[in-house]
């Protein structure tokens, strides 16, 4: 009897265990979700979570340039007509991502890193679904979802009803410490990032 109920364990186990996919980010490149060495924050986006993801985004500039910290937009486009347009819908993400390195530069500055800011922005155009459905994230577009991953690569905390960014800056600061503050020469500009309009 203990024999076969260790099996069953050792067989849910298993399946717990399943690897997370490696999807091909908006860039074309293969994308890792929960690297080794890095913080890795994701957040969910969709077309009703557009303004909401932007506001949780910006939320996390002031740790934006420091070593080993990233920040990776998953959009579920299942029931976006992105998915008819799926070369104009990759432009238009990494036409905003550009965009986006311009106005987090300084923020870079400020934490010390005189790179470019561009090759560390992701976005996954997440079409059939596979990535947020592995995350567990669920079906309902309309509610915000963040997973946060430590640099040994597991999950250290996870929301998928999220109605602030204030749990989440408490669990990175923890992982990080305090974010500096908003350098003077952060211009407010309001991103298009991820403005995919069905």
Avoid at 102 to 131: E, H, M, S, T
Wanted: glycine fraction near 10%.
């Amino acid at each position: 009897m203990k024999v076969g109920f260790l099996w069953v364990f050792l067989m849910t186990g298993a399946v717990w265990a399943v690897p997370l996919p490696q999807p091909i980010n908006c860039d074309g490149h293969p994308f890792e979700l929960n690297p080794k060495g890095k913080i890795m924050i994701l957040l969910a986006s969709s077309q009703p979570l557009a303004d909401t993801t932007r506001e949780f985004g910006s939320s996390l500039y002031g740790w934006q340039g420091r070593d080993g910290f990233r920040v990776t937009v998953v959009v579920d486009l299942r029931k976006s007509l992105g998915t008819l347009f799926k070369g104009w819908t990759l432009g238009t993400m990494k036409a905003n991502l550009d965009e986006e390195g311009i106005q987090i530069q300084p923020w870079y500055r400020a934490n010390g890193n005189l790179g470019n800011p561009r090759p560390d922005l992701c976005a996954i155009a997440d079409f059939d679904g596979k990535v947020t459905d592995a995350l567990g994230w669920g079906n309902d577009e309309n509610k915000m979802k963040v997973t946060i991953f430590g640099k040994d690569g597991e999950k250290v905390w996870n929301s998928t009803n999220a109605q602030s960014p204030a749990p989440m800056l408490k669990e990175v600061q923890k992982l990080l410490g305090p974010p500096i503050a908003k350098p003077k020469n952060a211009e407010p500009r309001k991103s298009r990032i991820l403005k995919l309009r069905s």
